[in-house]
């Protein structure tokens, strides 16, 4: 669907929940009456309306749960109204031996109470065949709206989940950079490093439903790479994490010092220039590997000066810290090797040996 149409038509209402659920049920209940005459045609239609939800995924589970409880529901309603007529009596000892199974099977909430129902109006129908129409119709139905939810999916999907984690990234370095001239009290860059981690969140969410629908079929390949940068990402994210909490332990004149700045914002830099050349058509500023040296170079400089006038309680702080930020450093170079390899033409098994032994030597050296 185009993005301004879809604007244009929520303006007036019709919402892209609302076209789903309005063409599952439609076709839902035309696909039964072409199959099967007049026979319960509401079933379809109904079962189309009840799962379709905002995500493939969500409408699979409860399409499922509502199968599960029909069949467990109608099963017993069958045993039962074969031995007993349709009274209070029977009706009580449907929901007992339905319900409770269904409970103590630990089965989800949805289908329990999808038991009910369905036992109830079973002994009603007892005569009519109702659980077979009814299971049938309802597969349908769920059938046809999980086909609707691939289908009809919001314009520019592979594009939004793209830029959410070219957002997140850029965040994730401005919240490093920020770290150290913040000091011990750099809530700001704490909240910019809570935001990130959930962008970076959203989007790796919204990547897997990508996988659920139709229209990600031709960008596949970049899902596939998108979702290694975003997993390369969180990681860098956690050790972020960590380097904050060990500011918080470090005296303020080491925590929000000049030298720490600068280390910090080098590493920030790696960051951002893997997010840009990985998530966005921007050209880099500079090669990616020159700036992993020179962040590296600077923390081992400044480290070697550290271990020769701070006490060693200060060291053991200060090296949690270069740890961490040399771990963000491996992540990158990994997550970049990663991108450039993915993106590569197959070369022979020789060539390609040859490669990873170059690739792995220039690691060492850097």
């Known amino acids: ?61 409860k ?32 929901l007992l031996i339905g319900i409770g199974v269904a409970t103590a099977c630990r089965i989800n909430i949805q289908a329990v109470s999808q038991v009910g129902v369905t036992s109830v109006l079973a002994l009603t129908f007892y005569h009519d065949h109702y659980v077979v129409w009814r299971l049938a119709e309802t597969l349908i139905g769920v059938l046809i709206a999980l086909l609707i939810n691939m289908i009809v999916v919001p314009p520019k ?21 920020g770290l150290a001239s913040g000091g011990r009290n750099g809530e700001p860059d704490r909240d910019m490093l809570k935001r990130s981690g959930d962008l970076l969140a959203k989007s790796s969410s919204l990547q897997k439903e990508l996988l659920y629908t139709l229209s990600h079929y031709p960008c596949r390949k970049d ?5 290694q940068a975003t997993v390369h990402l969180q990681k860098v994210h956690f050790y972020i994490q ?49 700036c992993l040296r020179r962040a590296r170079e600077l923390q081992l400089s400044w480290f070697s000066e550290l271990q ?21 450093l491996d992540v990158i170079e ?20 040859s490669i990873r032994l170059g690739s792995k030597g220039l690691s060492h050296k850097l």
């Open 1 to 61: 669907m185009n993005e301004g149409l879809q604007d244009r038509l929520e303006k007036f209402g019709l919402s892209l929940y609302m076209i789903r659920i309005t063409l599952a049920a439609s076709l839902s209940w035309l696909a039964v009456h072409s199959l099967y005459g007049d026979h319960y045609l509401y079933f379809a239609p109904l079962a189309a309306i009840l799962i379709t939800q905002g995500t493939v995924k969500a409408s699979l589970e």
């Open 223 to 227: 899902l596939r790479r998108l979702t």
């Open 242 to 290: 960590e380097i904050a909490e060990e500011l918080k332990l470090l005296p303020a004149h080491y925590a929000g010092s000049d030298r720490m700045n600068e280390v910090m914002t080098a590493a920030a830099d790696c960051i951002a220039l893997y997010g840009t050349r990985t998530l966005s058509d921007a050209e880099a500023r500079q090669p990616l590997p020159e």
């Open 63 to 94: 399409g499922c749960y509502r199968l599960l409880g029909i069949v467990l529901g109608g099963t017993v309603s069958l045993i039962v109204g074969r031995f007993l007529d349709v009274g209070i009596v029977s009706l009580l000892l449907i």
């Open 334 to 353: 990994q997550a970049d090797y990663t991108a450039v390899s993915a993106a590569a033409v197959p070369v022979r098994s020789g060539s390609a040996r």
């Open 308 to 328: 020769a006038e701070c006490p060693l309680t200060a060291i053991r702080d200060l090296g949690a810290v270069f740890s961490h930020l040399n771990r963000v």
């Open 157 to 177: 999907g592979f594009a939004t989940v793209k830029g959410l984690a070219l957002q997140g990234s850029l965040l994730l370095a401005d919240s490093l950079s």
